[in-house]
């Protein structure tokens, strides 16, 4: 079949399967502007932003439009450029536009468009910016309906993603403001703190808590010895604020950046996701001895977990109890220092961990175990403060004694990761050759979900993996159908796993698909690659848990029920 | 709204499959029932059609025609179309205002008796001004008319 081509502003542009005019412009390097468009979620053609014209002078939606061999269409004609500016002006008139102080300053599209379509003065004087308010119940997200400009990303992302639903356009007209049912605010409905819908949102009406102000005051406070871990994603998620590319990990710039901020000690948390699957593998391989109900849950999300309690109760009690490696890291942090006064920060690239870290739950001999969570995000932003150029940086190293780590703790970062590692455990052999069946076996890849089965000894295991929690909600409801059966599954709240978390910076599939492969290039870097090889195990169950190692790094939630 | 009885929403989601394509036709079961949408009933309904109770109430509030606050006895819409207006309803309206005590901004009484709604025309300019109580249609509506009105509904409750 002849190659498909249409014409766009002159230029021949071929495509195969996109699914609109918008995608092919953008795959043959010319930007339309769209403010309502994401190439996971359905199309909704609201923003009317990306208006092009065809031969005939009509114009349309390119994100609506279908295309087709030998369409003429034409993206900056007087007509289009006309019509962008008055749409951006019509934004800017329902838009509180405070850009000076707004925390979406400099990555706010509104803004971005208004610049560059040179909408530089107003011309709707009287704004009529959404009264509604402030919603600040979420211990991860803030929801501000005055910047809000309705194009229904976030509605989307967390019916179509995530298949929650906490918030919908509400009311009508003039009065139309996206919000939760009821005049409810965000902590009193489904939502799992996920964030996902502020990784969409192009202004600042949906933003993450910004905890910035409270790490500068614990940085700049000689009595606080700050110990901080960062997790695993983070390493392939910062790069991108740095200008570098995604695809490379950059662990130790990390570390050096971190020390310059004024950090005392350095972890990283890939330790204690090795502790994790140590943990996790024996409860999971003690269930499947003592014949309890299967299959079981992983337990490191934080979106996952209340998801669970929220729409799931009654599977709480399969869920594992593990601590996520954030938890067991802040319980190793208070044993290490026990008579210190240790401010203990964990870097997540996760809004959600957040809401964690303040879970009454995560408390032990009467001190929190996590004092402050800040995004991949907001470290970007600390180190960009301190004047650091992340770019040229040397590498340094983790401190000891808690600064080992295996390959398998590095690819909790992506989907299938936990699973991966699991597996590694349970096999018990480092040998390339096995290694590499693993790697093949069906668990690896960012598609939503994946299922296959592994065979360890005499064992043969049925597991799952998926990502996003409407992708986990089709899961269970075939595990509970009966359509299938699993002994293990792993779910992550953000589609791809933590490498697209909601406290990372928002990302396109294609540099998603970037930190994926670069996760896997910080395993490969690893000599170590199963989790009972990290020789720093040794030292954190004899010499930091003596014998308290359920204790201290399992979590009881109350749906946990009684064991 | 306590414990209101659920069974009655019951019966209305049985006799629509518990579709959540006839969510409409469901809320307007509710709605005619109770002369509003009671939250409470929305949450269940929301939970039985397996609908988001935000899109639920996206679609509840997007429609005029659905109340989420409870209503008065008696539902007065007072027209203010053009027929209407030409012929004074205005004063009408603030007639009714008056005697029942309520406001545009309290259309509800606090004896629990009236709702006033303003409407925007109820297709009877030939006989305007026009104000509807419930399904009646009172005609040729003066202030004397309307303060009388008041009178004997308040009497008949």
Redesign the interface.
């Known amino acids: 079949m002849a190659e498909k081509k249409m014409i766009i502003d002159g230029i021949e542009c071929p495509f195969t399967n996109e699914r609109n005019v918008l995608e092919v412009a953008r795959k043959n390097g010319i930007d339309i502007p769209s403010l309502c468009y994401c190439e996971n979620l359905s199309i909704y053609g609201g923003c009317r932003l990306c208006l092009v014209e065809n031969e005939k002078g009509v114009m349309d939606a390119a994100c609506s439009m279908q295309p087709r061999n030998g369409l003429v269409v034409y993206t900056h004609t007087k007509k289009v450029l006309d019509s962008r500016h008055t749409t951006l002006q019509l934004l800017l008139s329902s838009h509180r536009a405070e850009c000076l102080t707004c925390d979406e300053s400099g990555r706010c599209k509104l803004q971005e468009y208004a610049h560059r379509y040179n909408v530089v003065e107003p011309r709707f004087t009287e704004n009529t910016y959404s009264r509604a308010p402030l919603d600040v119940s979420s211990p991860s997200i803030t929801r501000d309906p005055s910047k809000c400009i309705l194009c229904g990303l976030c509605v989307r992302m967390c ?1 179509e993603v995530q298949n ?9 007209g003039k009065k139309a403001v996206v ?4 005049g ?1 605010t965000l902590i009193e ?2 939502c799992v703190g996920c964030g996902q819908c502020a990784a969409v949102c192009p202004t600042g009406a949906i933003t993450i808590n910004n905890q910035i102000p409270e790490m500068w005051r614990m940085l700049n406070d000689p009595k606080k010895k700050v110990v901080v871990q960062f997790a695993p994603s983070v390493r392939v998620g910062l790069a991108e604020e740095f200008s570098m590319p995604a695809s490379e990990p950059v662990t130790g710039k990390l570390v050096t950046a971190l020390k310059r901020l004024g950090v005392d000690v350095v972890y990283d948390t890939n330790l204690t996701a090795d502790l994790t699957i140590m943990e996790e593998s024996a409860e999971f391989l003690e269930k499947v001895k003592n014949g309890d109900k299967l299959p079981m849950f992983t337990s490191c999300c934080p979106g996952w977990i209340q998801h669970v309690e929220k729409a799931h109760p009654h599977l709480m009690p399969q869920v594992s109890t593990c601590g996520s490696p954030m938890e067991m890291f802040g319980a190793l942090i208070r044993q290490q220092f026990k008579d210190e006064d240790v401010y203990s920060v964990a870097i997540m690239p996760c809004t959600a961990k957040k809401f964690e870290a303040q879970r009454p739950e995560l408390e032990k001999d009467g001190k929190r175990l996590i004092d402050l969570v800040l995004t991949t995000d907001e470290l970007a932003r600390l180190i960009k403060a301190a004047g650091i150029d992340f770019k040229n940086l040397p590498d340094s190293e983790p401190d000891s004694p808690l600064g080992d780590y295996t390959g398998a703790g590095v690819i909790f970062g992506v989907t299938g990761g936990v699973t991966e590692a699991v597996i590694r455990r349970v096999l018990d052999d480092a040998s390339p050759e096995t290694l590499k069946t693993i790697a093949e076996c069906g668990v690896r890849g960012l598609e939503g979900i994946k299922a296959f089965e592994v065979a360890a000894g005499d064992l043969k295991l049925r597991i799952a993996v998926a990502n996003g929690l409407g992708n986990a909600d089709k899961l269970i409801e075939k595990v509970e159908s009966g359509e299938e059966y699993f002994d293990f599954i792993e779910v992550m709240a953000c589609p791809n796993g933590c490498i697209g978390g909601g406290g990372q910076p928002p990302a396109s599939n294609a540099r998603k698909a970037e930190r994926f492969e670069a996760i896997f290039k910080a395993d490969d870097a690893c000599e170590l690659k199963i989790p009972q090889q990290n020789p720093a195990l040794g030292y954190v169950y004899d010499e930091l848990l003596k014998g308290r190692a359920h204790e201290l790094l399992h979590i009881h939630y109350p749906a946990h029920g009684h064991h | 709204m306590e414990n209101m009885d659920l069974r009655f929403i019951d019966s209305v989601l049985e006799k629509h499959d518990s579709d959540k394509s006839k969510i409409i036709a469901i809320m307007q079961d509710v709605q005619e029932q109770y002369r509003y949408l009671p939250q409470e009933a929305l949450e269940y309904i929301a939970e039985k059609v397996g609908m988001s109770e935000s899109k639920l109430y996206g679609v509840a509030t997007f429609y005029g025609n659905f109340s989420l606050d409870a209503k008065g006895k008696y539902v007065m819409k007072v027209c203010r179309g053009t027929a209407c207006h030409v012929r004074k309803s205005s004063n009408v309206l603030q007639a009714l205002y008056d005697a029942t005590g309520t406001s545009e901004q309290k259309p509800n009484s606090d004896d629990g008796l009236f709702t006033l709604e303003i409407v925007s025309c109820l297709g009877a300019c030939g006989l305007s001004p026009v104000v509807m109580v419930n399904d009646t249609v009172h005609a040729a509506m003066t202030p004397e008319k309307a303060r009388a009105l008041v009178e004997q509904l308040k009497e008949e409750a």
């Open positions: 019916a929650i639903g906490a918030i919908d356009f509400t009311k009508r919000a939760p049912g009821f409810k409905t489904g």
